[in-house]
């Protein structure tokens, strides 16, 4: 049986998904073939591992970025490849996309299974009605979804999927890495306690908010906690201006760090902050922070929130635009011991243990053996020309 999986690029958290998922697939002799479309560029071009080197990875267009790139030379090379192969099962992201709108060509034009896997609620994204009619026709040419959790059932439901059609557990981390409290951790000249937040540096992730926020509770408080913020990005100069602007000594900002690097801050943080104020559809920090044994606080924004968070028990959630709010919840924690931070982070990881790489090969695994074993379908003659004139487009998240 063979299997692909195919998207923009698999890069930051990818890799340890998917290899794992080659091994546990290859027990049950069944093939994997994971397929990128574009080998330069993308949202993590600042990480420069990609992928593993072997033969069962590929890249079609590994000197090209996706935005370099049409609709019409995707297709065709991801045709060829697909014709050459002859997969039973196409998964695929989603079908905004590229990959998931060539894929589910593909699919219905040789009457293939084909799982979308894909975190946006329908919340996320505006669109008029023209476009959700069209998205709606599109899925029912779609067999399965691999999403999150339950809380994305009702954006699925919403597109026509039946319960038995929903599968869970695409957003994971390594934890066992993460939470590797012996391993040999790099020295790194950090303040003695630190509250942390790791993000790209972009308009959505809020740091002028959070920044000013820290800047009230450090006003209101005696001895107050350093912020560290980790990551680079498009905002990163104007981001690091405004520290220097604000006089903020205790504010420290690092550029990207490899994950070896970044294990070393969330062992010695005391907590983590992730002020995201839209479209942040998981937030997959917060799974590392986490099993690091660290308390989060979270914008009601960040897509795992109401997974994740159990409130007062391992973090809190504010609101991304007020700044009340979280500088509120900054002094509150102020007052905690830190024997009460580490029991929150006991809680962080109890909570997360449920969230390691076992949930996404089982739930894509299901998802595979659900496709094969059911002639579930909604395909129409309507809804497969729609999916033959969708051409998806570059969406950087």
Not at 13 to 29: D, G, M, S, T
Not at 81 to 95: H, R, S, Y
Not at 293 to 306: A, D, E, I
Not at 359 to 369: E, V
Request: aromatic share 14%; proline share 4%; glycine share 4%.
């Amino acid at each position: 049986m063979n299997i692909v999986i195919i998207h923009t690029d698999f890069r930051i958290y990818w890799p340890f998904r998917l290899v794992n998922f080659y091994n546990f697939l290859e027990k049950k002799k069944i093939k994997l073939t994971v397929i990128e479309i574009a080998g330069m560029g993308s949202p993590y071009s600042f990480n420069k591992s990609n992928n593993p080197t072997n033969d069962y990875w590929m890249i079609l267009f590994p000197d090209k970025k996706i935005e370099d790139l049409d609709s019409s030379t995707i297709k065709k090379r991801m045709f060829d490849k697909l014709d050459e192969i002859k997969p039973d099962v196409i998964i695929a992201g989603a079908i905004a996309f590229f990959s998931g709108a060539i894929a589910t060509n593909w699919a219905v034009k040789n009457n293939k299974k084909l799982i979308i896997f894909d975190d946006a609620k329908l919340e996320n994204v505006k669109r008029n009605f023209i476009v959700d009619r069209i998205k709606k026709n599109i899925y029912k040419n779609v067999n399965a979804i691999f999403c999150p959790a339950p809380d994305w059932d009702n954006t699925f439901k919403y597109f026509g999927f039946e319960n038995e059609q929903i599968f869970y557990g695409v957003n994971v981390v390594d934890n066992n890495f993460w939470a590797n409290k012996s391993a040999d951790f790099i020295e790194i000249e950090l303040p003695e306690k630190f509250i942390l937040s790791v993000g790209r540096m972009i308009p959505k992730k809020n740091y002028f908010y959070l920044i000013a926020a820290y800047k009230e509770y450090i006003s209101k408080t005696e001895n107050p906690l350093a912020l560290v913020i980790v990551g680079d990005g498009p905002e990163k100069n104007k981001i690091n201006e405004f520290i220097k602007n604000e006089g903020l000594d205790s504010v420290y900002s690092f550029p990207f760090q490899s994950q070896e690097r970044l294990r070393t801050f969330y062992y010695k943080a005391s907590y983590f902050v992730l002020a995201s104020k839209y479209i942040e559809t998981w937030g997959l920090v917060v799974n590392e922070a986490m099993a690091a044994g660290l308390p989060v606080l979270l914008s009601n924004k960040v897509g795992c929130s109401t997974t994740l968070i159990v409130e007062g028990k391992n973090g809190y959630l504010f609101s991304p635009t007020n700044q009340n709010e979280l500088t509120d919840i900054l002094i509150k924690l102020h007052s905690f011991t830190d024997h009460q931070l580490q029991e929150m982070g006991k809680y962080s990881k109890k909570v997360i243990e449920n969230w390691d790489i076992n949930r996404f090969n089982s739930g894509l695994y299901d998802a595979i053996k659900f496709v094969l074993n059911n002639n579930f379908s909604n395909r129409t003659f309507v809804s497969r020309n729609i999916a033959k004139l969708w051409k998806g487009r570059y969406r950087p998240v």
